[in-house]
């Protein structure tokens, strides 16, 4: 670092530049095809799963490329949670067409299964070659996102989270050249996402947003990011939940999502992504599920930094979160004034978890009270918990999963 860069400044020095360019509208798929040829897209392959495939979302992608004059293949072989081998089965078909580039449809999984067959497709191997960051010898092929989910934010990142085949722990392999080149945001694409997928990736977007502009590694670029997707998320996720057709709130969830993935590039997670990944490890309990019933504890705790308080009272503000109804009704914050920003998120983000018909409590969940300690002991180990504003220990693991136990009687009603 040069000496300029030591000075003492505002805040932690960075060095950002965006690396993937943000198309968003109502109908922007349909210029997908001209979109592509301006990347140097000549022979790609569109990736997605059967789901996305049946709700006609690959057929629009695939008219407008041939609508460009150009000839596209579809893989819609993609699985939940994918492995190193679903992405060396999309290699191998990538492989057999010459494709040069891979357009990815879909949540989370299709995403992650077209930048992972571009690392094969590129530099060989298999997956756990690729574990961490920038470990390729040649860049990857141009890789195009299409989100149909508002969750990931993987079409803003430049890791693809891929399950180990035998021991099916997540690896995340991460590298400049794997992050899109381009990513198309089209509402119209979300709202054909069922209630509860809209509930399980709304939460998990608002995760990213309220983790992220906490972070230790947290900046200003990283901070505008974070704030301007929870500002966007915190009234558009429970409105989704009420009006799912409604175009502005699906595209203000789906531009929150990618704005909060984007902050994730930058500043990384902290301790409810930590503690929650154990919950689906062992118990299969669903991401957004295990990160929702984890971050109102998670704000609890980081709040009692006086600094980190000021940033949540920041976003409380910014989101105007007192006056935001959940749940069709207008939430009962009385004497919310009184008590602190932390409190008053941790209580917004309950109140969305049991509008969402989704679990608020680890009992709710059927996690035995005494797998505490075990939970601890891998949240733990999971990196991004180093990137949480205060330290956490095994104990402190302990006692977030215990307070997180029992069920909440104030979203008994
Ligand atoms: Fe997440």
């Given at each position: ?11 932690i ?10 198309v ?17 897209v ?73 930048k ?51 021991t ?36 998990d ?46 595209g ?72 935001i ?89």
């Amino acid at each position: 670092m040069s000496t300029a860069t030591k000075k003492r400044t505002s805040g932690i020095p960075f060095d950002w530049q965006a690396r993937t360019r943000l198309v968003y509208g109502a109908g922007s798929i349909e210029n997908v095809g001209h979109l592509a040829r301006q990347v140097g897209v000549k022979n790609a392959l569109i990736v997605t799963d059967a789901g996305v495939a049946a709700a006609g979302h690959a057929a629009r992608v695939r008219a407008a490329f041939e609508a460009s004059g150009m000839p596209v293949a579809v893989y819609e072989d993609v699985h939940e949670n994918p492995t190193s081998s679903d992405a060396e089965a999309c290699a191998a078909v990538a492989r057999k067409i010459g494709a040069d580039a891979f357009v990815g449809v879909g949540g989370g999984s299709s995403l992650d299964t077209a930048k992972a067959a571009s690392f094969l497709v590129t530099n060989g191997g298999a997956m756990p070659d690729y574990r961490g960051y920038a470990k390729v010898k040649r860049p990857l092929l141009p890789n195009i996102a299409i989100p149909t989910t508002a969750g990931t934010g993987s079409e803003c990142q430049s890791y693809a989270l891929i399950s180990d085949d035998e021991t099916h722990v997540k690896m995340a392999c991460g590298d400049p050249s794997a992050a899109p080149v381009l990513a198309v945001l089209d509402p119209e694409l979300s709202r054909s996402m069922p209630r509860r997928v809209t509930a399980l990736t709304g939460v998990d977007a608002i995760s990213h947003a309220v983790e992220s502009a906490v972070t230790r590694t947290r900046h200003a670029a990283s901070s505008m990011l974070a704030r301007e997707a929870f500002r966007r998320l915190a009234p558009a996720i429970p409105r989704t939940l009420e009006s799912p057709d409604d175009l502005m709130v699906r595209g203000d969830a789906l531009l929150g999502s990618a704005f909060a993935g984007s902050a994730i590039e930058l500043s990384m997670l902290g301790a409810a992504h930590a503690s929650a990944n154990p919950l689906t490890a062992v118990h299969d309990v669903a991401h957004g599920q295990a990160v929702g019933v984890m971050l109102p504890g998670v704000v609890r705790m980081n709040a009692a930094d006086p600094v980190i308080e000021a940033i949540y009272e920041d976003l409380v503000i910014a989101a105007k979160l007192d006056s935001i109804p959940v749940g069709g009704r207008t939430r009962d914050t009385s004497g919310d004034a009184a008590t602190s920003a932390g409190e008053r998120l941790a209580r917004y983000l309950e109140d969305l978890l049991a509008a969402a018909g989704l679990a608020t409590s680890l009992e709710d969940l059927g996690v035995p009270r005494d797998d505490a300690a075990r939970l601890a002991r891998d949240a733990a180990e999971q990196w991004t918990g180093g990137h949480n504003p205060r330290p956490v220990s095994i104990s402190d693991f302990e006692a977030l999963y215990a307070s997180t136990w029992p069920r909440k009687e104030r979203l008994a009603s």
